[in-house]
């Protein structure tokens, strides 16, 4: 997977791309692409989603 702190350019395929959390699509070249990340047992944990809406979908799961 490439660097989660990067830009997502044209050098990201679908087979490095991260994966949105909740739906699970490659995520490529996406403007609305969202990171959350967090602190869990002294690690930095992180999650890619799509969007706004499944990022939100999985705050409520």
């Known amino acids: 997977m490439v660097d989660p702190t990067s830009e997502l350019g044209e050098d990201v395929t679908e087979e490095n791309a991260p994966r ?22 002294g690690a930095v944990e992180t999650a890619h989603f799509c969007d706004d809406a499944c990022r939100e979908a999985w705050k409520t799961d």
Do not use: A, K, L, N
Request: hydrophobic share 25%.
């Open 20 to 41: 949105c959390e909740r739906c699970g699509e490659p995520i490529v070249q996406s403007p609305s692409h969202r990171v959350v990340t967090w602190v869990e047992d």
